[in-house]
């Protein structure tokens, strides 16, 4: 099994942005999770495509927006011109849900579908049937804002998530975000998650590759 670490550029420090994408770049991350935040969803407010845009040129790492917004299908056209390769959106903010992943989809886009903690995974049964969900995000905290501990009750729905994932023959990759650190990684992957956002514990005193080495040295990536 394969993991994916994608560093999530939420911890980082914007003021050296750019900076940091290539260290971790270097160190070997291909996959960076950009937390798009419109302070009406979740309170807190981020970025938006303006600064996606502006930081493609400087990596060929992955792009993969996680949309924390009241209406993620007025910046999908922007996001995939901004050069951004997955999308996922959450349950609660989207009318059609069916229809809004299945947009990414057609815009060249991987789309995937966020369950905060109380969120029940079994209502994307139909969507998983006709293949048009390629990731399902798993939060083990609730949205909004980093540095949060990791929710324990995770750990089951993760499990219970990927059981029914394999009992069905479904193809979507499983991915966590929300407080995942070196203690925890391991039981999260264990559990079924082959892609894992890390914020915090990445960025944490400006030591990007050493944090990055101590992750992949632990799953022996």
Known sequence: ??????????????????????????????????????????SNITF?????KHLRPKT???FDAHLMVTNPDALL??????????VA????????????????????????VVLNPSTNFESLKYMAEDNIIKKVLVMSVEPGFGGQAYLPMSTKKIKDLA???????YNFIIQVDGGINLNNIQTVV???????VIGSS?????????????FRKLLNL
């Open 48 to 52: 938006g495509i303006d600064l996606i």
């Open 190 to 196: 264990d559990a079924g998650a082959t892609d894992i």
């Open 77 to 86: 056209d922007g996001l995939k011109e901004a050069g951004v390769n997955s």
């Open 89 to 112: 959106v959450h349950v609660e903010a989207c009318k059609h849900l069916y229809h809004t992943v299945e947009t990414i989809n057609k815009l060249g886009m991987q789309g995937g």
């Open 1 to 42: 099994m394969t993991v994916v670490l994608s560093p999530s550029i939420l911890a980082a420090d914007f003021s050296c942005l750019a900076d940091d994408v290539k260290r971790l770049e270097q160190s070997g991350i291909k996959d960076l999770h950009l937390d798009v935040m419109d302070g009406h969803f979740v």
């Open 60 to 62: 060929k790492m992955n």
């Open 163 to 169: 059981n029914w994932k394999d009992e069905n023959n």
């Open 202 to 214: 990445i960025f944490k005193h400006r030591e990007l590759e050493k944090n990055v080495a101590d």
